[in-house]
């Protein structure tokens, strides 16, 4: 059982519009969400995270909104760019632990044109 | 900047054969993990390990095994290579007790057993 829920599997933006990608969790432990960026060949890098005790992060043209009572979250990616294609994950942890489990959705391929 | 070397990029197996995967990291991390990306699945934790020839089972353990005999150096080991463990095999490491600066992702092995 994915205990993070992730959608939509693919994504195709045109460049300069907005990507949305969103995840859902159950175990209300969970108090650290971040977002991997994955491009092909390479292993998956921390994009940007949230913890529960604020609804929106901003990093230049990411945003993660955080829904507490809906158990959600969002990756939102303005003004698009063809970099920005690349796979991304969102994930979920305890934290802090010693040994920081993670547990990550199922990823989504976000394709922008050019 | 923290690397996360994986031993092979691309490996093809036959099935039957003792597979070992091979992982090194350079920044003293006390946390390794072995992960199975699969196309719709995400990544799924196999095993990790939080000091030396210390481990503990993931979500898929079954048909793995690790060794963390160094620091820096965790190995996956697939005893006997099966079909179904065709797959990218990602190594992170982490700092113990900094979940929140996430995961150092290695660049993957990309795993056949034919």
């Known amino acids: 059982q994915q205990q993070v829920k992730q959608s939509p599997q693919s994504l195709i933006v045109q460049k300069g519009g907005i990507s949305i990608i969103n995840c859902a969790y159950e175990?209300?432990?969970?108090?650290?969400f971040p977002w991997y960026q994955q491009f092909p060949g390479k292993g998956p890098a921390l994009l940007i995270a949230?913890?529960?005790?604020?609804s929106e992060k901003k990093e230049g043209r990411f945003t993660i909104s955080f829904n507490k009572s809906a158990k959600q979250f969002s990756l939102h990616i303005m003004d698009s760019q063809p970099g920005d294609s690349a796979t991304y994950f969102c994930a979920a942890s305890i934290s802090p632990t010693d040994f920081n489990k993670f547990y990550f959705g199922s990823g989504t391929k976000l394709n922008v044109k050019p | 900047d923290v690397k996360v070397t994986q031993s092979s990029r691309y490996l093809v197996k036959r099935t039957g054969e003792k597979v070992f995967l091979e992982c090194v990291q350079d920044?003293?991390?006390?946390?390794m993990f072995w992960y199975r990306q699969d196309p719709g699945l995400g990544l799924r934790l196999i095993y990790f390990?939080?000091?030396?020839?210390?481990?503990e089972k993931g979500d898929i353990p079954e048909g793995y095994s690790v060794s963390r005999e160094k620091k820096e150096r965790f190995s996956l080991i697939l005893e006997s290579a099966s079909t179904n463990q065709t797959s990218m095999y990602l190594c992170a490491s982490s700092l113990s007790g900094q979940g929140w600066y996430g995961y150092t992702f290695g660049s993957g092995t990309r795993l056949t057993v034919v």
């Open positions: 949230i913890r529960p005790d604020v």
């Open positions: 920044m003293d991390h006390e946390n």
């Open positions: 390990s939080y000091d030396v020839k210390m481990k």
């Open positions: 175990n209300t432990a969970f108090d650290y």
